[in-house]
T-cell receptor, first 113, second 110 residues
Framework: DVKVTQSSRYLVKRTGEKVFLECVQD?????MFWYRQDPGLGLRLIYF???????EKGDIPEGYSVSREKKERFSLILESASTNQTSMYLC????????????FGQGTRLTVV | GENVEQHPSTLSVQEGDSAVIKCTYS??????FPWYKQELGKRPQLIID?????GEKKDQRIAVTLNKTAKHFSLHITETQPEDSAVYFC?????????FGPGTSLSVIP
């Protein structure tokens, strides 16, 4: 069974704080993704990575950065958290071969106050 | 950028009726189309998928159809049950990039 684990289920941070969301997968997947999920907007891609130290912007990268120093770990960084970044954040991974599904973590609900 | 549209955004059906959710994608290079179900408070999980060389796929009460020319694909759930109530996401994949539709909240009324 593929396991994608996000470090926190719930987080509350203050405006202006630097926030790290961590994601680890145990299946040697090449690709990893960060999405945010908001009511009515579905899953929007923030960043993805197809290899160690490689990253690509998704549809809404502003205000976020990512780090992939090791294959199994993909971190999402909010340099200076703002209230409009309050959301559910979902990490996912996929094998990196064409035509394969993505496996999701359990999500982190971040509240910025 | 590439996008995926999904309709309807909400859907209520009586138990036993059928439900149909439709998605349209913009990237003609997309070649893999999974559907995910997300129950309340849980992570999205794959329920069925279809590849670009197939027009239809069925798995018990769930089926997916694909029209590559028109760039749309649909999820069909027959004989709906209360446990089918969830948010359903379609996705279109072009090699590595996974783009999701905005989701459909399905309610099955007993």
């Amino acid at each position: 069974d593929v396991k994608v684990t996000q470090s926190s289920r719930y987080l509350v941070k203050r405006t202006g704080e630097k926030v790290f969301l961590e994601c680890v997968q145990d299946m040697d997947h090449e690709n990893m993704f960060w999405y945010r999920q908001d009511p009515g907007l579905g899953l929007r891609l923030i960043y993805f990575s197809y290899d160690v130290k490689m990253k690509e912007k998704g549809d809404i990268p502003e205000g976020y950065s990512v780090s992939r120093e090791k294959k199994e770990r993909f971190s999402l960084i909010l340099e200076s958290a703002s209230t409009n970044q309050t959301s559910m954040y979902l990490c996912a991974s996929s094998p990196g071969i064409t035509d394969t599904e993505a496996f999701f973590g359990q999500g982190t609900r971040l509240t910025v106050v | 950028g590439e996008n995926v549209e999904q309709h309807p955004s909400t859907l209520s059906v009586q138990e036993g009726d059928s439900a149909v959710i439709k998605c349209t994608y913009s990237d003609s290079a997309s070649n893999y189309f999974p559907w995910y179900k997300q129950e309340l408070g849980k992570r999205p999980q794959l329920i069925i998928d279809i590849r670009s060389n197939v027009g239809e796929k069925k798995d018990q009460r769930i089926a997916v159809t694909l029209n590559k020319t028109a760039k749309h694909f649909s999820l069909h759930i027959t004989e709906t049950q209360p446990e089918d109530s969830a948010v359903y996401f379609c996705a279109a994949i072009d090699y590595d990039k996974v783009i999701f539709g905005p989701g459909t909240s399905l309610s099955v009324i007993p």
